[in-house]
């Protein structure tokens, strides 16, 4: 707990998170200064979001002497570690929070916390299900997209918030403690913010960094790098693995998940009844099936609620089928990675929609798992030209080119025959052609219903 009231605090951006702030910070007697450095956002437009909520608003440059009366400032997800008022704030001795520092101060329940560069929408989705089926007040927070700070005013000490954390909001933890906590995999990713890859692995593991041996952190045992840290973790470590049994934790035994308390194995669940596919989400499943153990969830509890999850929209979703051509939306493959493991997914002969936003990464891991899968590649957005070039020096020629996901849409349903799937997995942001991947996986979705 920390006593904010009368303390002045900035909040940085006037997105679903910063709103949230104001929220929980005007509860907490808080005088709240709300920021936004676009000097074109309409301060009338910005008063209204706030529903009601006193603060006063800043557009542009920050004044002076509103820096001179700061006591904490709280960031939004979109604002770096690095970036000029965080570092100006540091070296004048003023804390700097995200939004997850903000609300985890004021959970007075249970905190599950899931981190990773993939897969961590659909398994804290799962998560939250089964946890909720035993725990009716349950909240599912975070990246996901429902305000951590909107809602932590609802928890008690029988609550449980089950919260999607990203590298950004992780930069800017510093008691944050989850009672249960995972990180699915590591994979390169936003190398535009964290700039190194040892420095986005270090800020993964700090969702763990409080956790003591009385907590649990559940690990991938396939990824080198999160089975290099669990021996230095501070948590208990449980784990999942596809291709060994570990010591304790959820396993794949032939097409049945398994989990073993380093004593007795048992039975979870065949892959067959589950109603999702790929061995991402196999392993996505794993996860759940630890961080869900870990937590005291019944076994009972854990396989009823696994039969009836559904996949998340916008990861590797159904769509339709158009002339016995399959439709998929996986606008949430936002990096080569996720869309490694979709294009996987895929049974069928594939044409596929890439492209988006340039985030630093390199796409030969992309381009790779075409094989065998990918029949023709319809390139979008601001790193087409790389990623064809990519594709090109591997030998892949079948690329056509599109300036708008309704032209790309197209153009696949006129390379598709039947018997084909068509999938939208960009490896890429989305930023630049829309505002956000789900709207791109809206536009997409709409677009092939209008077929």
Request: charged share 25%.
């Amino acid at each position: 707990m920390y006593d904010l009231q009368n303390k002045t605090v900035l909040v940085v951006g006037t997105g679903i998170s910063g709103m949230g702030a104001v929220s929980l910070l005007n509860t907490k007697g808080a005088k709240v200064v709300l920021y936004d450095s676009n000097e074109k956002k309409d301060p009338e437009k910005i008063r209204e979001k706030l529903d009601g909520n006193a603060a006063e608003i800043c557009i542009g440059s920050l004044p002076e002497e509103v820096f001179a009366r700061l006591d904490l400032i709280v960031v939004s997800p979109g604002v770096p570690a690095d970036s000029l008022l965080v570092l100006r704030a540091q070296q004048a001795g003023i804390p700097v929070w995200g939004e997850v520092e903000l609300a985890s101060r004021y959970d007075a329940g249970t905190v599950i916390a899931i981190t990773g560069t993939n897969g961590k929408t659909t398994t804290t989705a799962l998560v939250g299900q089964i946890v909720k089926a035993f725990h009716q007040k349950t909240f599912v927070v975070g990246n996901i997209g429902h305000s951590y700070t909107l809602e932590v005013a609802n928890t008690d000490a029988d609550s449980y918030t089950v919260a999607e954390i990203s590298s950004f909001q992780l930069e800017t933890v510093h008691e944050f403690a989850p009672k249960v906590s995972a990180i699915l995999n590591v994979t390169p990713d936003h190398l535009d913010r964290h700039h190194t890859m040892e420095c986005y692995e270090q800020t993964k593991e700090r969702i763990s960094i409080n956790q003591t041996k009385e907590d649990v952190c559940v690990l991938n045992y396939d990824d080198e790098r999160l089975r290099a840290f669990g021996d230095k973790c501070s948590a208990s470590v449980a784990w999942f693995s596809r291709r060994s049994k570990p010591e304790c934790g959820a396993y794949m035994d032939g097409s049945t998940i398994m989990y073993t308390d380093g004593h007795t194995d048992r039975e979870i669940i065949r892959v067959q009844d589950l109603n999702l596919i790929g061995t991402h989400n196999y392993e996505n499943v794993m996860a759940a099936v630890a961080v869900c153990v870990a937590a005291g969830i019944p076994d009972e509890v854990i396989i009823s609620e696994l039969k009836r999850f559904k996949a998340v929209a916008h990861r590797i979703e159904y769509v339709a089928e158009k002339n016995n051509v399959i439709y998929y939306n996986d606008s949430k493959g936002t990096n080569p990675d996720a869309a490694v493991k979709a294009i996987e997914a895929m049974s069928r002969p594939t044409v596929l929609i890439g492209g988006g936003y340039d985030k630093g990464v390199e796409f030969d891991a992309y381009v790779k798992a075409f094989d065998g899968k990918v029949k023709c590649l319809v390139l979008i957005g601001q790193t087409a030209e790389k990623i064809a070039q990519t594709a090109r020096s591997r030998g892949f020629e079948n690329i056509l080119f599109a300036s708008s996901m309704d032209e790309a849409v197209k153009i696949c349903a006129q390379q598709a025959v039947p018997g084909d799937a068509v999938l939208l997995s960009p490896a890429c942001a989305s930023w630049g052609m829309f505002d956000n991947y789900e709207q791109r996986g809206d536009m997409f979705r709409e677009f092939v219903k209008a077929l």
